[in-house]
């Protein structure tokens, strides 16, 4: 069955940097796009990435522009978020996400808690 | 940017009703809208993809429809495990939005 599980969250200072990984199983990776979703404590959705099947194009949401960079490593099934910048508001949830084919996303990894506090 | 709004922010109904949650959006939306519900302490799960499609395993009473501006998620006859926040979503140009979600209580 499918599998995302995230890791590398934690506590950072603002204006550090933190690295998000993703390992995928369960599906042939290199196929799908593949995308990171946030969700602050007690808050809504909000979509943070996406990088194309083969890793030939990338894009974020504004918010993230210039301080976030989504990648992945297909001969290892695996999704990156390097983060860097962090400010106090992108603490959240953040998940590691498949999309299914056209622009909706039909599995989700458990996410990992991203908390950025001095 | 195309802004997601749904509504209401809140429901509250009882076991058997039927449930009417809605999604509008500042500019016409291709048919790339879906709807996701999420309950506490778990991740999203998708139940409709393309405005009304019912993705995999997901119980015939939860249906979607609508297109260009104004979409519908229907819930024939509520279930208690129907409690959750629901989402739509859309993808335009490779930008992603979600909906404020509707927070969705069972009597």
């Known amino acids: 069955q499918v599998q995302l599980v995230e890791s590398g969250g934690g506590v950072v200072q603002p204006g550090r940097s933190l690295r998000l990984s993703c390992v995928a199983s369960g599906f042939s990776f290199r196929t799908y796009d593949m995308h990171w979703v946030r969700q602050a404590p007690g808050k809504g959705l909000e979509w943070v990435a996406v990088?194309?099947?083969?890793?030939?194009?990338?894009y974020s949401a504004d918010f993230v522009k210039g301080r976030f960079t989504i990648s992945r490593d297909n001969s290892r099934n695996a999704l990156y978020l390097q983060m860097n910048s962090l400010r106090g508001e992108d603490t959240a949830v953040y998940y590691c996400v498949k999309e299914r084919l056209y622009g909706d996303f039909d599995y989700w990894g458990r996410g990992t808690l991203v908390t950025v506090s001095s | 940017e195309i802004v997601l709004t749904q509504s209401p922010a809140t429901l509250s109904l009882s076991p058997g009703e039927r449930a009417t949650l809605s999604c509008g959006a500042s500019q016409s939306v291709p048919k790339y809208l879906a709807w996701y519900q999420q309950k506490p302490g778990q991740p999203p799960r998708l139940l409709i993809y393309d405005s009304s499609n019912t993705a995999t395993g997901i119980p015939a009473r939860f249906s979607g429809r609508g297109s260009g501006t104004d979409f519908t998620l229907t819930i024939s006859s509520l279930e208690p495990e129907d409690s959750a926040v629901y989402y739509c979503?859309?993808?335009?140009?490779?930008?992603?939005?979600f909906g404020q979600g509707t927070k969705l209580e069972i009597k």
């Open positions: 979503q859309q993808r335009t140009n490779w930008q992603y939005t």
């Open positions: 990088v194309s099947n083969d890793g030939s194009n990338e």
